[in-house]
T-cell receptor, first 112, second 110 residues
Framework: NAGVTQTPKFRILKIGQSMTLQCTQD?????MYWYRQDPGMGLKLIYY???????DKGEVPNGYNVSRSTTEDFPLRLELAAPSQTSVYFC???????????FGPGTRLTVT | GIQVEQSPPDLILQEGANSTLRCNFS?????LQWFHQNPWGQLINLFY???GTKQNGRLSATTVATERYSLLYISSSQTTDSGVYFC????????????FGEGTQLTVNP
């Protein structure tokens, strides 16, 4: 199993541009999550999904959108990028609620 | 929501030393996870430990859920143990999103 994979690893965006961060898991997990990590901090939840077609907001959803059309994929869309979105983005998955979460390698995003 | 506090915030050790990292949480939890974030930024799962004690090589963890704390023990530390150690506890809402502590920055010197 590859586990949780994310692309790209790094990206630099100009203010106002848009992009999609990709996340795929091959563990047949129901729950998927997007977190962001700002320098020197722990992770904060952006959005999560409990299954295909079902998504909900986390702590810091503004400026982001998600979709979940399959069990495996959970892309995160940034519209109109702002410098405040400079961060490292982690995707995670778990089999079910309260089960162990597994994290991808992260995407380092800089908005200038 | 749940509050998670870690101590100490920073720890510097000589190779071969032992250490204990602490994680306090404000509410009862159904599980707790410990992670190691290595210098390349990867988050590595160390333990999933709702209660009791688990061991994995030189690392072990104990969670006392009734007293709302967890401890991570590192024995015979190595330079590769350097990085940030996070504990995280799930919220009952938000799909059990993990609330992370602010981490313990561990530096192991040769």
């Amino acid at each position: 199993n590859a586990g949780v994979t994310q692309t790209p690893k790094f990206r630099i965006l100009k203010i106002g541009q848009s992009m999609t961060l990709q996340c795929t898991q091959d563990m047949n997990h129901n729950y998927m999550y997007w977190y962001r990590q700002d320098p020197g901090m722990g992770l904060k939840l952006i959005y999560y999904s409990v299954g295909a077609g079902i998504t909900d907001k986390g702590e810091v959803p503004n400026g982001y959108n998600v979709s979940r059309s399959t069990t495996e994929d959970f892309p995160l869309r940034l519209e109109l990028a702002a410098p405040s979105q400079t961060s490292v983005y982690f995707c995670a998955s778990s089999y079910y609620q309260r089960y162990e979460q597994y994290f991808g390698p992260g995407t380092r995003l800089t908005v200038t | 929501g749940i509050q998670v506090e870690q101590s100490p915030p920073d720890l510097i050790l000589q190779e071969g030393a032992n250490s204990t990292l602490r994680c306090n949480f404000s509410d009862s939890v159904n599980n707790l996870q410990w992670f190691h974030q290595n210098p390349w930024g990867q988050l590595i799962n160390l333990f999933y430990i709702p209660s009791g004690t688990k061991q994995n090589g030189r690392l072990s963890a104990t969670t006392v859920a009734t007293e709302r704390y967890s401890l991570l023990y590192i024995s015979s530390s190595q330079t590769t143990d350097s990085g940030v150690y996070f504990c995280a506890a799930p919220e009952e809402t938000s799909g059990s999103r993990l609330t992370f502590g602010e981490g313990t920055q561990l530096t192991v010197n040769p």
